[in-house]
């Protein structure tokens, strides 16, 4: 499950987050974030160890500028509020996990 992070509250749900965090950086015109979004899917239903955002770049142009956000899907992890890796682009499965299990 995908909480809807906005500059509200990317503080409280993502820089405070008790557990890490996946950041998916992207937009609805875009072809590879569509595709990516059933894997994200699938793999936070199986990862109750950590806390799956959405943030759509067109919606959050502060939060995309803020994290340089240059090239979608981005999926940016979080550990203890501070950005630990990044990944840009579409990924299997397997990638996922790995960046997870990183």
């Known amino acids: 499950m995908f909480v809807e992070v906005n500059?509200?509250?990317?503080?409280?749900?993502?820089?405070?987050?008790?557990?890490?965090?996946?950041?998916?950086?992207?937009?609805?015109?875009?072809?590879?974030?569509?595709?990516?979004?059933?894997?994200?899917?699938?793999?936070?239903?199986?990862?109750?160890?950590?806390?799956?955002?959405?943030?759509?770049?067109?919606?959050?142009e502060e939060l995309a500028e803020k994290y340089e956000i240059s090239a979608i899907p981005c999926l940016v992890v979080f550990k203890n509020g501070a950005e630990f890796t990044r990944s840009v682009g579409l990924l299997p499965r397997e990638d996922l996990e790995a960046l997870l299990d990183a």
């Open 7 to 60: 500059k509200n509250n990317f503080e409280a749900e993502v820089l405070n987050a008790s557990v890490p965090v996946l950041a998916d950086f992207n937009a609805d015109w875009c072809g590879p974030c569509r595709m990516l979004k059933p894997i994200l899917d699938e793999v936070s239903e199986t990862r109750k160890d950590w806390k799956f955002v959405s943030i759509n770049i067109d919606e959050e």
